[in-house]
């Protein structure tokens, strides 16, 4: 894998939103993008693709029996024992538009939605901007981890989990789904299970998907952009576990929620059946990169190192820090208070990049943080 070694050389190549939103010498380090190059099986599916047939194709009327749905269900029982039924995958542009689309034909304006908090903040635009009302499950510090109790759920009407969870990185145990599920049995919930940040679950950690546990209420939502830097490609993956949801989907008009296009489902296929040997590297990248952290950040700071995920949910104690960095210290962070309840104080710092340019972030804040 080659890299781009300093900041100047990533701003030459990169022009996406990540690069774009920095002003003048700052380096973003904030929505999550990873500042490494496209896997090289990716790239060639892409070429292929674009030299040869771009005429509709063969899965464009019925994409759960496509390829797109066949990678998805190999992959999970390849990485994650879990036997996925392919007839039951829907797919949509994104985890945002899928799950907007769930809510829609599955809830009302009022009906509640729990989630953990502090959350991936367009999910609480989405609830905010529909009048699902949130129901937080408050994500506490707890040693070098994160733990939780669960509400009353009794006014619910969806469970939406994100696991492995962002900002935090935390994966969720066993026991600790088992008792999500059961809540959800209890107060008749529908499971969305964001998990799309699982092919970068650190060892020994183990992603377990919730629909091993839960499967006729759980709707998995999971896309390759994350793992694959795929931002961009615009393909993610729902399996409608829950029959009643498949129902009412399949209800409605056949393209009024768009459609899986051609690019998409050609990248995606090719990292989830071709890309692993690229994933291995860059999972080690970031495993080394999450402890470079943890060795030089501000010891003002406070830093669980994450189970998955290339997102560091730092506490700075103080609820201005991202706009000081930024300003002083030319470094772009998300602002934690974007993030909802428990967030005022944190920052989230993403450390998909290179060493070298990590390194720089990292000096940068430290002469700004005594």
Request: charged fraction near 20%; charge should be negative; glycine fraction near 6%.
């Amino acid at each position: 894998m080659s890299y781009a070694y300093s900041p100047e050389d990533l701003k030459a190549t990169h022009d996406g939103l990540k690069w774009a939103s920095a002003a003048p010498g700052v380096i973003p380090a904030w929505v999550a993008d990873m500042d490494l190059q496209t896997a090289p099986a990716v790239i060639e599916a892409l070429r292929r693709r674009a030299e040869g047939d771009l005429g509709y194709p063969t899965w464009l009327d019925s994409p759960q029996t496509g390829p797109l749905a066949d990678a998805f269900a190999e992959r999970m029982a390849a990485r994650y024992a879990w036997q996925p039924d392919p007839s039951f995958v829907r797919s949509y542009n994104d985890i945002n538009q899928a799950l907007q689309v769930l809510l829609q034909v599955w809830t009302r304006p009022g009906q509640a939605v729990a989630l953990h908090t502090p959350a991936y903040h367009p999910f609480l635009t989405t609830l905010s901007t529909m009048q699902r009302p949130l129901v937080p499950i408050q994500l506490e510090p707890d040693g070098d981890t994160w733990r939780f109790e669960v509400p009353d759920l009794s006014g619910c009407r969806v469970l939406l989990l994100v696991n492995p969870h962002n900002p935090t990185g935390r994966v969720f145990t066993r026991d600790e789904l088992t008792e999500l599920a059961e809540h959800a049995e209890r107060h008749d919930l529908l499971v969305i299970s964001d998990e799309i940040h699982a092919d970068l679950t650190y060892e020994p950690n183990q992603h377990i998907p919730f629909a091993t546990i839960l499967p006729h209420r759980t709707v998995t939502l999971t896309s390759a952009t994350k793992a694959f830097n795929l931002g961009g490609i615009r393909c993610s993956v729902a399996h409608i576990g829950h029959p009643g949801v498949r129902e009412v989907l399949d209800a409605q008009p056949p393209f009024v929620y768009g459609s899986a296009n051609l690019f998409g489902v050609e990248a995606t296929v090719a990292a989830w059946r071709e890309g692993d040997a690229w994933l291995a590297d860059t999972v080690a990248l970031l495993d080394r990169n999450r402890h470079t952290l943890a060795e030089r950040l501000p010891k003002s700071f406070g830093y669980r190192v994450p189970q998955a995920t290339y997102l560091a949910w730092l506490h700075t104690g103080e609820p201005d820090m991202a706009e000081l960095l930024e300003r002083d210290a030319k470094v772009l962070l998300n602002d934690g208070a974007g993030f909802g309840p428990g967030g005022a104080e944190y920052v989230r710092l993403n450390f998909a990049t290179t060493e070298p340019v990590l390194a720089e972030i990292l000096d940068r804040i430290a002469s700004v943080i005594r």
